[in-house]
């Protein structure tokens, strides 16, 4: 029994390792990359602790180089999704007694094993099977998901503390933060192990249970994730991780009463199918499913006349093309000012000239592989979509190859339509669409930019006139949840900037931030009365 009210300090966020030549980390994660390439690790499910084999096989591939194979895992099905339900009830018996710093302990206990032994491991495994370079690794599977773990328990502190102000002399008014009921249902990306992590953990830290289905191109690093939360002591059964096919693990889950919540990130098609099927199932639930999602972007890069080439210059080129624009925050179109577009495309291609393209294990490379050939094959078709268009010019990039990885040039197209094709739609690879306005016509951009994309999730302003800055931070109040001013629209730090947009971007419910936690907690009012009233009459009642 707990008998002390127990604080935690903010987090600091954890220090991005620079990985430069003859450092530790350097030759660290050089050694793991080898290490991990020269074992096979076959993936089981782990359902309620147990490793569980279905037979049922799936490859774990570089995508950089797909004919190295470095891990097989094991498809759920829909007898192995039963079970992984029957696992999380059964645990969240306990789960859901368990004093909050006991499993923020575990929590902290994960972020800590990060960020000593297991940083190279979580770091090579995101480099390898989600062809990422080692910095974007590091951002991602070290010290974003360290940040989710840490800055989460305090969150969950903080929640935990809020209490009603006012008591009345001979009563006392408390909150308690209940766990939902029911099980959660983790449907997590490729492009962040942190996120994928996050979105299994969020919920598990505010007590309740969740049943994990990572994305089949991220299984490899989400293995290890979930070793993580093992070797901190996350108890069996909490979290419970099942790779497979969305359409056997999905209907299961969907038609069980005991689904309380959704906590995904992905596609706008796939996050509004699962919203329809839960209102379409909706009288067979216990409790009304909290829905969570974040799906995506057409993030913009408006510029004022008044703007240094440089930083604009650089934001466009580390916002578009770092993980192959594979980031649901990237820059994938752009406003430019027609007094500084000679200028600024003379900068940009010649930065240009410098970029490399390859293997992750090649540290001066700074783009790499999309992730599988059917990414390769969509970003591609918008590519030869722009080739062939009379409203479009490639200026740079274009080409794609395919032979021994997935690999498509950084592409730069400038369309004299606002409304091109990938100026609206999500290409989400290494391609951005610029569009030159007329100077005088900012404040008729400003409203174009913000009409032109059903997305609301990142986007960038830059100007050194205060006044423009005003202007587009009205106009564009909606059409971003992360605006940034005079900064790339990616990188988002957690305790900093929480993440999440509006729109068809998803439910803007703030990932890394107390918001997020907020979603999965039920909240119970106690009012304790201390002599209660022995008379039912009131005062306005007597006669005279």
């Known amino acids: 029994m707990t008998n002390a009210k127990f604080d935690l300090n903010l987090p600091s966020n954890e220090p991005i390792n620079s990985y430069a030549a003859g450092t530790q980390e350097r030759n660290d994660i050089k050694a793991k990359l080898q290490e991990l390439k020269n074992r096979h690790v076959e993936i089981p499910l782990i359902i309620g602790g147990k490793e569980v084999n279905t037979g049922n096989l799936g490859k774990c591939v570089l995508p950089h180089d797909h004919s190295v194979v470095v891990g097989t895992y094991h498809k759920a099905g829909e007898n192995e999704v039963q079970m992984a339900i029957e696992a999380a009830l059964k645990a969240r018996r306990q789960w859901v007694e368990m004093d909050w710093q006991e499993r923020a302990s575990i929590f902290l206990k994960a972020a800590n094993i990060l960020a000593g032994p297991w940083r190279s491991l979580l770091n090579a495994s995101t480099m390898l099977c989600q062809s990422k370079n080692v910095l974007q690794a590091e951002g991602d599977a070290a010290c974003e998901l360290i940040d989710f773990l840490r800055f989460n328990a305090f969150y969950a502190k903080s929640i935990y503390e809020k209490q009603p102000p006012i008591s009345p002399i001979g009563s006392w008014n408390r909150l308690e933060y209940r766990p939902l009921e029911g099980f959660v249902f983790a449907v997590t990306p490729f492009n ?11 919920p598990a830290i505010m007590g309740n249970v969740a049943l994990w289905k990572p994305s089949s191109n991220s299984i490899y690093s989400s293995y290890f994730v979930m070793k993580l939360f093992q070797e901190a002591g996350v108890p069996d059964g909490v979290i419970n991780f099942i790779p497979g096919t969305g359409s056997e693990i999905g209907p299961v889950i969907m038609n069980s009463p005991e689904l309380t919540g959704i906590h995904f990130t992905g596609s706008s098609a796939t996050f509004r199918n699962m919203w329809q099927t839960i209102g379409n199932n909706i009288k067979n639930y216990k409790n009304y499913p909290r829905i969570v999602g974040e799906t995506g972007g057409k993030d913009f890069v408006f510029v004022h006349k008044d703007t240094g080439i440089e930083e604009v210059g650089t934001a466009l080129i580390r916002g578009a093309f770092e993980y192959q624009g594979q980031k649901c925050s990237a820059a994938s179109r752009a406003y430019i000012p027609r007094s500084l577009w000679r200028d600024l495309k003379e900068y940009i291609l010649e930065e240009m000239k410098t970029v490399n393209m390859g293997d992750v294990e090649n540290f001066s490379n700074f783009i790499n592989a999309v992730i599988d050939e059917p990414a390769f094959t969509k970003i591609s078709r918008y590519i030869e979509f722009i080739k062939d268009s009379t409203e479009a010019d490639i200026i ?16 730069i197209a400038v369309t004299t339509n606002p409304h091109f094709r990938t100026m609206e739609e999500e290409i989400f690879g290494p391609v951005i669409t610029l569009y030159v306005y007329e100077d005088d016509k900012y404040q008729e951009t400003l409203h174009l930019c913000d009409e032109t994309s059903p997305y609301g999730l990142t986007g960038a302003v830059f100007s050194r006139d205060r006044n423009a800055i005003i202007m587009a931070e009205k106009i564009l109040v909606n059409a971003a949840g992360n605006f940034y001013i005079n900064d790339k629209p990616t990188g988002a730090a957690v305790g900093q900037q929480p993440f999440g947009g509006s729109r068809a971007s998803g439910t803007n419910d703030k990932a890394g931030s107390y918001l997020n936690l907020l979603r999965w907690i039920s909240p119970r009012t106690i009012k304790e009365t201390f002599l209660p009233t022995t008379d039912y009459r009131y005062p306005f009642m007597s006669e005279g």
Do not use: D, M, V
């Open 192 to 202: 962040f192990t942190s996120i994928a992590a996050n979105l299994a953990s969020a």
């Open 396 to 411: 740079c990039g274009g080409n794609c190859y395919k032979s021994k990885g997935y690999f498509i040039e950084p592409t």
